[in-house]
């Protein structure tokens, strides 16, 4: 079984309508994150989780909120979804503990707002 | 803040050449440097990452980067393409365990 899974891994929604992407991992990491991947931008981050208690706002948070239900389980809303967040969404985590803290990505949900 | 610049969207290179991808990047402390691997349709994988420890690292599969402080460089290179090496490379830069910035990528296609 994957370490950091997403659900759903493909989504088609309208414009205005709430969706959350879900993410759960089972590495035992303290930190997860959540991204959008543009073509031709690389990832931005979206916002970020140091532990259950600790999340803070990335380079590009405006439309998206993000709940950190458990240490394993990490959510990203969006509230109202409009045409330009149509993105590949990463979640990722990683070991605060670990000299360099690599990155582990789960494998993508494909958002399509029409 | 920490920022990465990849030199070349796309790189096509023939089986057996040489593969070399560009990463200049710009740190306020010494930074920690990453190469992750993207499939289609896949997440991100890590390739190799530099922790100020030996200059020169070798990730999976074959590749290898060279951290040059003085050229704020850690570019990829491998020795001999194969059809299999055909993905989107990224390169992310760390500045001690704070956010991770990753430069726009470069798609490298690999000809027979």
């Known amino acids: 079984d994957a370490d950091v899974t997403q659900t759903p891994r493909n989504r088609i929604t309208k414009t205005g309508k709430r969706i959350m992407l879900e993410c759960s991992q089972t590495?035992?990491?303290?930190?997860m994150y959540w991204y959008r991947q543009d073509p031709g931008l690389g990832l931005q981050l979206i916002y970020y989780?140091?532990?259950?208690?600790?999340?803070n706002k990335g380079e590009i948070s405006d439309g998206y909120s993000v709940s950190r239900q458990a240490q394993a389980k990490f959510s990203l809303s969006l509230e109202s979804a409009i045409p330009n967040q149509t993105a590949l969404y990463f979640c990722?985590?990683?070991?605060?503990?670990?000299?360099?803290?690599?990155?582990?990505f789960g494998p993508g949900t494909r958002l399509l707002v029409l | 803040a920490q920022s990465v610049t990849q030199l070349g969207s796309h790189v096509s290179v023939s089986e057996g050449a040489l593969v070399l991808l560009r990463c200049n990047y710009s740190?306020?402390?010494?930074?920690?440097l990453f190469w992750y691997v993207q499939y289609p349709n896949q997440g991100l994988q890590l390739l190799l990452k530099?922790?100020?420890?030996?200059?020169l690292v070798k990730g999976i599969n074959g590749f290898e980067a060279e951290f040059k402080k003085s050229e704020t460089s850690f570019h990829l290179t491998k020795p001999s393409a194969h059809m299999s090496d055909a993905a989107e490379y990224f390169c992310?830069?760390?500045?001690?365990?704070?956010?991770?910035?990753f430069g726009a990528g470069t798609r490298l296609t690999v000809k027979p």
């Open positions: 990722a985590t990683s070991d605060s503990s670990t000299k360099g803290e690599t990155q582990y």
């Open positions: 590495k035992g990491h303290d930190r």
């Open positions: 989780s140091f532990d259950v208690k600790d999340i």
């Open positions: 740190s306020s402390v010494p930074p920690y």
């Open positions: 530099y922790t100020s420890a030996a200059t």
């Open positions: 992310a830069v760390s500045e001690r365990n704070n956010d991770m910035r």
